[in-house]
């Protein structure tokens, strides 16, 4: 992966598209850099890792930015209602873009708002992979709806969806995501009213079953592909996250028995003298690493738990996307078939009597009108369906030509958040290990000046 | 799991032929390891019959002795050598006990695996096992050789020489007809009038001492249960990025070698959880060694209350004497009865009496004087090996926790280097 700079130290358009995003995390996706492909490399090499620092939100990069706007999410409140309590979540906006009247907006949306939003924008770009969001409900481990942990988990990522789509070039025009960041809540909530009928979506997902049983017949290579990785990709993704889940529930037995382990040492010094200072120090050093246990494993369970569940839920978008595609080649090629037909219909037409005309015989009409009337009937149908096949035949290109770009365009994302991911959750290890390092060794240096202290006593006297 | 300074101190003592260092080693440097290196060097698998005449595998342990002569610059001599196995352990150690009472004599390593985590085998013929309880059976014979007063038994000397007729040697010395009945008086529950202050508080610790190293020896089980389970977890990383790298271009690479110190790092724990092994050794020690101070002031107890006992049978006696003489009866007895049933005594018989009397209480006196006697010597040499017990037991317990911080710091660096190298990778990526 190279970057190319200018001698100002500004990136150049590069014509890979490859990235090489080091860093990369949650709430520096506000400033990072756009991904999709006209976009430059970027170094920035020495920027610090912590991905919930509030600091690092407002950091500002040299690079220019293509970006014109930058979307935060943060201060969620709880509201109680006679009916529920709900929790709100403000959504700050700062754009320089022309279409919006302001360059600041503010407002406060709930988590029905963001799954509205996402659905609306699946529905108007059925196959681009829009980010997922966080689940619904928790139901592992019963953590409660209100619980503060949770919350944070999923304003951070209720705030990296937003900024995904800010960062999409095509997502971030979409009117929706414009309403989404500007409107009032009761603005909001007329709009949703406006949205496409209950009637045509069942409409739509009747077309989109009757598809998916029939089966794509010509996949092109590429997506192929794409679908054997997703597959893969999906079952990898599933098998991280378990394995973590079953590091992190390893890593909290371990602490609860370590936690007697401290109390033990203590209970001995009480019935020795000489040995006091040695036991009750590694009663200290003990749990000193209790204590680098338990925030080791609050931060696996606020970065690296919440990165592989959002690519296990990455995952089954893509495979939706990839349905979607399908549904819409099938879709053309049903169309395509049935004009097929009707060509045929016409040839043979020309050739060889048709029923109609013996019909049209026995009730007096002249054969040659009757036959007539048949093919102008079957012309008009077929310049119909010529029309409707192409219109499809178009639909299939721009769905498929978005598709690819945004495959690259999600890959390269994936592999940034993977790697930046990973790189994190290292150097978090590295300081569990390094705490407990420094816990023990300060525990010898003072056993051994004791020690030293002693035997120069003992010279001494 | 080094001795109390035993070769250790042969080498100092060797150095420091005037004893200048004399403060600093104790009168270890002057006992048997001051003339001859031990060790036990191997062990090994017999098969043959037992006393019932059936076939059994055994352990045999080799022993080894060298002559050490300070003096000379070539050392060069060979070693002599003879096998033993456990049980010929255990008979002279219930010898050293039974001969040395006083004694806090060093214990014996478990003779079956306990305090195990669910890794280690219990099994008493794994090798690991085995290893372990050669190392503690050398260390047994090198705290015998260095004490003050154990390493200059001869039983013990030819237990390490002598390879035929040591059994014998040993059950002609009538140590155990003494020994059964000693458990006898032992076991049996007896009061103590006035107990000694200093015994009585030596009890107690040796009951605290005991308690508390079994339950950190439990609690250091789990825990390294637990790391265990944490530690192998973390292979399965290994095996899921080794997977994904085949559908990944780009981080292919960085994928499979991170996942190679994934591997690595499940398979380190193997090492560091048997390094660990040895301070739980050395804990296990040491709740064994409370066991032999128990030992120790259970056998003071038994004195004082045979030395008590001998002075009430005294005073009773005395008592006697005085109400014959003086014809009145204080105390209810028979004697007292019967006469007065059948009538007073002649002047010859209550002179034959007093006779009677007199000896026994001669020999009360003579009694009750040497039990004093045993009594005072036992305490005073009890409390001379307790003193050079806490010395070696604070040094030794103070080491081990040093080194219980070394390798934890050992096994923290371990883990640096793993994480960092896996992060180079995921860098790369």
């Known amino acids: 992966m190279s970057s190319n700079l200018t001698a100002a130290g500004f990136p150049t358009q590069a014509l890979t598209g490859e990235m090489l995003e080091l860093d990369e995390d949650d709430d520096l996706e506000v400033f990072s850099k756009d991904v999709t492909l006209t976009d430059g490399s970027s170094v920035s090499a020495s920027l610090p890792t912590s991905p919930s620092s509030m600091t690092n939100q407002y950091r500002f990069e040299e690079e220019s930015d293509a970006r014109d706007i930058f979307v935060t999410v943060d201060n969620p409140e709880s509201h109680v209602t ?110 949703k009213k406006q949205g496409p009928g209950l009637l045509s979506r069942m409409g739509d997902t009747v077309r989109a079953v009757a598809a998916s049983v029939r089966g794509v017949k010509n996949r092109p290579e590429e997506f192929v592909a794409m679908q054997e ?77 919440p990165l592989l569940h959002e690519y296990v839920l990455c995952s089954d978008t893509i495979k939706a996307v990839l349905r979607r595609r399908d549904n819409i080649q099938t879709e053309y090629e049903a169309k395509y078939d049935i004009l097929v037909n009707k060509q045929a219909d016409r040839e043979a037409l020309t050739e060889t009597e048709d029923l109609s005309i013996m019909l049209g015989r026995l009730l007096g009409k002249v054969p040659e009108e009757a036959r007539q009337q048949q093919e102008q009937r079957l012309h008009g149908q077929i310049e119909e369906l010529k029309g409707e096949v192409e219109k499809l035949e178009d639909k299939v290109e721009c769905a498929n030509s978005a598709l690819k770009g945004d495959w690259e365009r999600w890959q390269s994302k994936m592999r940034g958040d993977v790697k930046a991911g990973f790189v994190s959750t290292a150097q978090k290890n590295i300081d569990y290990h390094e705490k407990c390092l420094a816990v023990w060794e300060s525990f010898l240096t003072s056993v051994n000046a004791d020690q030293s202290v002693e035997k120069s006593a003992g010279l001494n006297s | 799991m080094a001795d109390s300074g035993g070769p250790e101190a042969a080498q100092l003592s060797s150095n420091d032929p005037k004893g200048e260092l004399g403060d600093v080693i104790p009168e270890e440097a002057r006992s048997l390891l001051r003339k001859m290196e031990i060790s036990v060097a191997e062990a090994e698998k017999r098969t043959g019959k037992n006393a019932v005449n059936m076939l059994e595998t055994y352990t045999v342990y080799l022993i080894e002795t060298r002559r050490v002569d300070s003096s000379a610059e070539n050392q060069n001599f060979s070693p002599d050598s003879l096998w033993r196995r456990y049980s010929e352990f255990e008979l002279l150690r219930n010898y050293l006990l039974v001969t040395y009472p006083f004694v806090i004599v060093p214990p014996l390593p478990e003779k079956r695996a306990e305090f195990v985590w669910h890794k280690l085998s219990a099994d008493n013929m794994d090798p690991d096992f085995v290893e372990r309880r050669r190392i503690g059976l050398e260390n047994f014979l090198l705290r015998v050789a260095s ?145 032999a101070l128990k030992a120790v002031c259970r056998k003071h107890e038994l004195l004082q209350y045979e030395l008590e006992t001998a002075a009430q049978d005294l005073m009773s006696k005395k008592q006697q004497r005085e109400e014959l003489a003086s014809g009145t009866v204080r105390t209810f007895s028979l ?64 080491e081990a926790m040093i080194s219980y911080a070394v390798m934890q710091i050992s096994m923290c660096k371990k883990g640096i280097q793993v994480w960092t190298n896996a992060k180079e990778c995921f860098s790369k990526m």
């Open chain 1, 82 to 191: 006679a009916l529920e309590t709900f929790i709100t979540y403000r959504v700050v906006t700062k754009t320089t873009r022309s279409d919006f009247d302001s360059c600041e907006y503010e407002v406060r949306r709930r988590y029905q708002d963001f799954l509205w939003l996402r659905d609306r924008l699946e529905e108007t770009h059925p196959t681009l992979i829009v980010h997922p969001l966080p689940e619904k409900f928790v139901m592992k481990g019963m953590v409660e709806r209100f619980n503060n942990d949770f919350i944070e988990t999923r304003r951070k990522a209720l705030h990296k969806f937003l900024c995904r789509i800010a960062e999409h070039s095509i997502l971030s025009c979409n009117a929706d995501f414009k309403i989404f960041l500007t409107a009032q809540a009761w603005e909001l909530t007329s709009h």
């Open chain 1, 229 to 305: 990785y997703v597959d893969t990709f999906s079952q990898r993704m599933g098998s991280l996250d378990k394995v973590t889940q079953r590091i992190f529930k390893e890593m909290k037995e371990y602490l609860d028995d370590l936690k007697q382990y401290g109390p033990t040492y203590v209970l001995w010094s009480g019935s020795e003298e000489e040995l006091v200072e040695p036991l009750k120090g590694v009663a200290g050093c003990i749990d000193k690493c209790c204590q680098a246990t338990e925030e080791q494993l609050s931060q696996m369970s606020d970065n690296l738990v």
């Open chain 2, 335 to 398: 004697k007292g009865m019967t006469s007065k049933l059948f009538g007073q005594e002649t002047p010859e018989q209550r002179e034959a009496k007093m006779r009677v009397l007199e000896e026994q209480i001669q020999e009360g006196e003579e009694l009750l004087q040497e039990k004093k006697t045993e009594c005072d010597e036992y305490v005073r040499n009890a409390w001379s090996d307790m003193e050079r017990f806490t010395v070696q037991k604070d040094r030794d317990l103070r």
């Open chain 2, 147 to 291: 004490h003050p007063i154990l390493s200059n038994d001869k039983i013990f000397y030819d237990f390490l020489t002598e390879e035929n007729g040591w059994k014998e040697e040993v059950m002609e010395t009538g140590f155990q007809p003494k020994a059964d009945s000693r458990l006898k008086a032992l076991n049996a529950t007896f009061r103590v009038k006035n107990p000694d202050k200093r015994f009585t508080e030596l009890k107690h610790y040796s009951d605290e001492l005991q308690s508390v190293t079994s339950q950190l020896l439990r609690v250091r089980a789990r825990v390294a249960d637990r790391l265990y389970g944490v530690y192998k977890v973390h292979g399965n990383y290994g095996r899921v990025f080794s997977e994904w790298s085949a559908i990944e271009r780009e981080m292919g690479d960085g994928l499979q070698s991170a996942g190679h110190h994934m591997d690595a790092y499940a398979a380190s724990i193997d090492d560091i959880l048997e390094e660990e092994e040895n301070y739980a050794d050395q804990l296990k020690e040491y709740l064994f060694y409370a066991e």
